[in-house]
């Protein structure tokens, strides 16, 4: 089926107002949901051996069209506040504890999961089905589920639950005692290549990290080492020991290939907050290929995909939160990793320019005027906090490339176009007079590459003609 069908038609909502069996201010019916409900409680309690029910051991079976339309409905159903508890009610969710645990339908499962995704954007049916441990550690063991749409909904209804602060706190502590959840997760980001599954996750593992940084460091250590539950294989080869960065790295690679900037947001703030503990930091720049890979990564988004020569300044606004995502990671990886060729300037000149052209796009921002309003001063406000944090990031790597500039390395920015009187005077701009001593040593350099350019600059800023 292309899409979930619509809820039972307007009629029968009539005759259910009238008759007095409609569920809060709905119009639904109370008594067409409990038939619905009986009928899935029968299917799962059934214990006839033939294939065509849900219960057969080895074979995953389709739904019956009719049970299926009818619980799409109630999954379409559950979005209203009424509907969602009244199913709570009437114990529900214990009856998609049996789901979980017999179901050979991938679909009634996903639906299931849905529905109680659905039920949990209300705070407190959020809490009771936060609280009960049986139901978590089923709602869990879907992550390690072969179905795509069942792991979307998992995540989706995973992410709705950490995004109340008392359940999240229930749901941390959970995953904390559940060594699989991380091999799951790292096998769904290594191998999946459904976009729309990888940024669920991906938001699951950023709210995850965000709220807890036991957890994070727990999974940057990779302590857990059980095997991911697979699809039903003969063969005994072992699941390989997953490590986070090398994962969220093909995550990542795949929501790019698609375009997909909400996940590329969210993949690269969870590299962000790796580095905001040592162990992140160690765990980019250790891994086999000394952080290569994420370096050539971040690099080509940052210089060939956002924030282009042919883009308006304004694009800066739009990408300010993910480019001082990879800005940070890029900055860590630079200062910790400066003998490595990779991190060289002989190839990496066009970093220079893709930062002072973030800088010049910056400041063509500031210069746009406000209508003064209250709202357009809060917005103001805020658009100026990311701007001062980009700002920083973006000047803090700067002026350590800077300080490391060959002559040769000027000569070919200069060639290249990276580097010109204007371009560096906006980087000096930002950069004085809190980084001096990185712009002196560049302008030292400059005078041996090309020193009329030197002596312009320095008539610009003085201060640098004076100081040397």
Same mark, same amino acid.
């Given at each position: 089926?292309?899409?979930?069908?619509?809820?039972?038609?307007?009629?029968?909502?009539?005759?259910?107002?009238?008759?007095?069996?409609?569920?809060?201010?709905?119009?639904?019916?109370?008594?067409?949901?409990?038939?619905?409900?009986?009928?899935?409680?029968?299917?799962?309690?059934?214990?006839?051996?033939?294939?065509?029910?849900?219960?057969?051991?080895?074979?995953?079976?389709?739904?019956?069209?009719? #049970?299926?339309?009818?619980?799409?409905? +109630?999954? /379409?159903?559950?979005? %209203?506040? $009424?509907?969602? *508890?009244? @199913?709570?009610?009437?114990?529900?969710?214990?009856?998609?504890?049996?789901?979980?645990?017999?179901?050979?339908?991938?679909?009634?499962?996903?639906?299931?999961?849905?529905?109680?995704?659905?039920?949990?954007?209300?705070?407190?049916?959020?809490?009771?089905?936060?609280?009960?441990?049986?139901?978590?550690?089923?709602?869990?063991?879907?992550?390690?589920?072969?179905?795509?749409?069942?792991?979307?909904?998992?995540?989706?209804?995973?992410?709705?639950?950490?995004?109340?602060?008392?359940?999240?706190?229930?749901?941390?502590?959970?995953?904390?005692?559940?060594?699989?959840?991380?091999?799951?997760?790292?096998?769904?980001?290594?191998?999946?290549?459904?976009?729309? #599954?990888?940024?669920?996750?991906?938001? +699951?593992? /950023?709210?995850?990290? %965000?709220? $807890?940084?036991? *957890?994070? @460091?727990?999974?940057?250590?990779?302590?857990?080492?059980?095997?991911?539950?697979?699809?039903?294989?003969?063969?005994?080869?072992?699941?390989?020991?997953?490590?986070?960065?090398?994962?969220?790295?093909?995550?990542?690679?795949?929501?790019?290939?698609?375009?997909?900037?909400?996940?590329?947001?969210?993949?690269?703030?969870?590299?962000?907050?790796?580095?905001?503990?040592?162990?992140?930091?160690?765990?980019?720049?250790?891994?086999?290929?000394?952080?290569?890979?994420?370096?050539?990564?971040?690099?080509?988004?940052?210089?060939?995909?956002?924030?282009?020569?042919?883009?308006?300044?304004?694009?800066?606004?739009?990408?300010?939160?993910?480019?001082?995502?990879? #800005?940070?990671?890029?900055?860590?990886?630079?200062?910790?990793?400066?003998?490595?060729?990779?991190?060289?300037?002989?190839?990496?000149?066009?970093?220079?320019?893709?930062?002072?052209?973030?800088?010049?796009?910056?400041?063509?921002?500031?210069?746009?005027?406000?209508?003064?309003?209250?709202?357009?001063?809060?917005?103001?406000?805020?658009?100026?906090?990311?701007?001062?944090?980009?700002?920083?990031?973006?000047?803090?790597?700067?002026?350590?490339?800077?300080?490391?500039?060959?002559?040769?390395?000027?000569?070919?920015?200069?060639?290249?176009?990276?580097?010109?009187?204007?371009?560096?005077?906006?980087?000096?701009?930002?950069?004085?007079?809190?980084?001096?001593?990185?712009?002196?040593?560049?302008?030292?350099?400059?005078?041996?590459?090309?020193?009329?350019?030197?002596?312009? #600059?320095?008539?610009?800023?003085?201060?640098?003609?004076?100081?040397?």
């Amino acid at each position: 089926m292309d899409r979930n069908p619509s809820p039972p038609s307007s009629d029968a909502e009539e005759e259910a107002a009238v008759a007095g069996d409609s569920i809060g201010n709905t119009v639904y019916s109370k008594h067409w949901l409990f038939s619905v409900l009986t009928k899935l409680i029968e299917v799962i309690s059934s214990k006839k051996s033939d294939s065509s029910e849900l219960n057969n051991v080895d074979v995953q079976v389709d739904l019956d069209e009719d #049970l299926e339309n009818d619980i799409c409905k +109630v999954w /379409d159903m559950s979005m %209203d506040k $009424d509907v969602a *508890l009244f @199913l709570q009610e009437f114990n529900a969710p214990d009856i998609f504890m049996g789901v979980f645990a017999k179901s050979k339908s991938p679909r009634l499962t996903e639906i299931c999961v849905g529905i109680l995704g659905n039920m949990a954007c209300c705070q407190n049916i959020c809490m009771s089905i936060s609280k009960d441990e049986n139901l978590g550690q089923l709602i869990l063991q879907r992550l390690c589920d072969s179905d795509p749409p069942t792991l979307l909904e998992t995540s989706r209804l995973l992410l709705t639950c950490l995004c109340h602060p008392e359940a999240a706190s229930v749901w941390v502590e959970r995953i904390r005692g559940s060594p699989s959840v991380y091999d799951c997760v790292c096998f769904i980001m290594s191998s999946s290549t459904n976009v729309e #599954l990888l940024v669920k996750v991906g938001e +699951v593992v /950023d709210k995850l990290f %965000d709220l $807890d940084e036991e *957890l994070m @460091l727990n999974w940057i250590k990779n302590g857990s080492r059980q095997a991911v539950e697979q699809p039903t294989d003969d063969s005994q080869e072992e699941s390989p020991d997953f490590e986070i960065v090398p994962c969220l790295l093909e995550a990542a690679k795949q929501v790019c290939s698609d375009n997909n900037t909400e996940g590329l947001d969210v993949y690269m703030h969870i590299l962000q907050l790796l580095t905001t503990v040592d162990e992140g930091i160690q765990a980019i720049v250790q891994t086999t290929d000394g952080g290569k890979e994420t370096w050539h990564l971040l690099c080509n988004l940052f210089c060939n995909d956002l924030c282009q020569p042919d883009d308006p300044p304004i694009i800066v606004q739009e990408q300010k939160m993910v480019l001082a995502s990879i #800005l940070s990671v890029l900055s860590v990886i630079y200062a910790s990793q400066t003998e490595k060729e990779y991190v060289k300037m002989e190839i990496n000149m066009p970093l220079v320019g893709s930062l002072i052209r973030v800088l010049q796009n910056m400041e063509e921002c500031g210069k746009r005027p406000t209508d003064g309003s209250k709202e357009s001063e809060s917005e103001e406000s805020e658009k100026d906090f990311h701007f001062k944090i980009l700002k920083d990031i973006c000047c803090e790597l700067l002026s350590n490339i800077f300080q490391e500039l060959s002559k040769e390395n000027i000569l070919e920015g200069l060639k290249q176009g990276h580097l010109n009187e204007q371009k560096c005077s906006c980087a000096f701009q930002n950069l004085l007079p809190f980084y001096f001593t990185s712009v002196e040593s560049f302008v030292e350099v400059l005078r041996e590459a090309d020193r009329s350019l030197a002596g312009a #600059l320095e008539k610009r800023f003085p201060s640098l003609k004076l100081q040397t």
